[in-house]
């Protein structure tokens, strides 16, 4: 069985939820979303290492939260964050343990993603060197340009909304990131990272309920799905 690790970047502002408090630190049914994402990669097996980069006021929450979660095989660790989220991912990485083979990227926004999703991206990064959890767009796309004219409407069929965790094999996601940040280039997700190196990454079928909180109507949402995952 590969050693695996998970980076949990909890560093986003709550902005667009109308929040002064860090997403990632806002309770849902009881809890802390970053501590319901913890809580989905606890028990994966081979899972080594769980590491959150979390805003510089927020250390310390965030510690208390992991010593709450303590685990007897799984290392939770706290780094400071960075300014944008692709290098908050970076401090994650640099304190990797030498013997993890397999790096899982996951947004502390996205608290419900199921364990048997999670192993499928494990699975298919193993096998093909980086994989990635998403749906298949639901609505038409359009790509627009100045003052909103639309410019062109993308075949549906082949666009698909990508997700988190974002698995890699170490090696290729600590020379995705070294190239980045040499180039001063800032991707959208670790997968465009991989991709500009030319790295594989296959697509693995997740669901719905794995949403990402961004705006109130996402919590919403996310306390009716905690219902259920409190049943």
């Keep these: 069985m590969k050693s695996k690790a998970v980076i949990i970047p909890a560093a986003g502002s709550g902005t667009r939820l109308g929040s002064d408090v860090p997403k990632a630190f806002i309770e849902v049914s009881g809890k802390t979303i ?10 994966i097996d081979g899972m080594m290492q769980i ?16 010593s709450e979660l303590e685990s007897r095989s799984v290392s939770l660790e706290v780094v400071e964050g960075g300014s944008e989220r692709q290098y908050s991912i970076w401090n994650g990485i640099k304190v ?7 790096v899982a990227v996951h947004d ?3 608290p419900f993603v199921k364990e048997e999703l999670i192993v499928n991206c494990f699975k298919t990064a193993d096998e093909f060197g980086g994989a990635v959890l998403g749906v298949p767009v639901k609505d038409t796309i359009k790509e627009v340009k100045g003052y909103l004219e639309i410019k062109s409407t993308p075949e549906r069929d082949s666009l698909w909304q990508a997700q988190t965790p974002q698995v890699f094999t170490k090696d290729l996601i600590v020379e995705a990131y070294r190239s980045a940040l040499k180039e001063d280039f800032l991707g959208t997700d670790d997968a465009s990272l ?13 669901d719905f309920e794995n949403l990402k909180i961004t705006y ?4 919403k949402m ?4 905690a219902e259920g995952w409190n049943a």
Excluded at 51 to 66: F, L, M
Excluded at 96 to 102: A, R, W, Y
Excluded at 194 to 206: H, P, Y
């Design 216 to 219: 109130p109507v996402d919590l």
């Design 96 to 102: 990797l343990n030498t013997g993890v083979e397999l």
């Design 108 to 110: 502390a926004a996205r």
């Design 34 to 43: 970053l501590q319901r994402s913890i809580e989905c990669f606890l028990n």
């Design 194 to 206: 991989v991709e500009r190196i030319d790295g594989r990454v296959k697509m693995v079928m997740g």
């Design 51 to 66: 590491i959150i980069p979390a805003p510089k006021n927020y250390i310390s929450t965030c510690k208390r939260i992991c």
């Design 222 to 225: 996310a306390e009716i799905i």
